[in-house]
């Protein structure tokens, strides 16, 4: 970010949410990010802000710490939410979610929270984020459903430069 009339005030911990508008209504499209690290360039005023979202500490967490032999998906869903500290939200019924491992799904421990939720996520055919509620959240996309916003090409905007300022490169980006 190019913050000329330094008017940016954001620190470590901070909490970042991004939103499209399009001429007055607004979506959330990402989930909410805190703030790692801010590194200011004195002699430009160039910020770079480094966020991760909330499931980025799952990658820190391993299935070992699931105390519980026996689950359900579901109830394996919550376990995992425990750990990370977060209550769960599960949008859709199915029953799935009550397929019982009586010895433990087929993980070795080793795996991150963050890779066995991608593992449920598969098998429930869902996917899964952190709410704007703090919530662990599995939900399934529905076809069917009509969206919050659609941005067509009417509402598209060209970006031109007119001075010598570029792009310089795309720093991360996912799905």
Not at 135 to 141: A, D, G
């Amino acid at each position: 970010l190019l913050d000329r009339e330094r008017l940016i005030n954001v620190q470590k911990n901070n909490i970042m949410e991004i939103a499209f508008g399009v001429e007055g209504d607004y979506t959330y499209p990402c989930p909410l990010f805190r703030v790692e690290s801010v590194l200011r360039n004195e002699a430009n005023n160039d910020i770079s802000i480094i966020a991760y979202d909330f499931l980025y500490k799952a990658g820190e967490h391993r299935v070992r710490e699931i105390k519980k032999t026996s689950y359900t998906i579901r109830e394996f869903i919550i376990e995992c939410a425990k750990i990370l500290g977060l209550p769960v939200k599960i949008d859709f019924d199915d029953p799935v979610l009550d397929t019982l491992y009586n010895k433990g799904a087929n993980f070795d421990g080793s795996e991150t929270i963050r890779q066995a939720l991608n593992a449920v996520a598969e098998a429930t055919q869902s996917i899964f984020y952190v709410d704007w509620d703090w919530q662990l959240t599995f939900k399934r996309l529905n076809k069917d459903v009509e969206p919050v916003i659609t941005i067509d090409k009417s509402k598209y905007f060209t970006l031109t430069n007119q001075g010598e300022e570029t792009l310089s490169g795309v720093c991360h980006a996912t799905e």
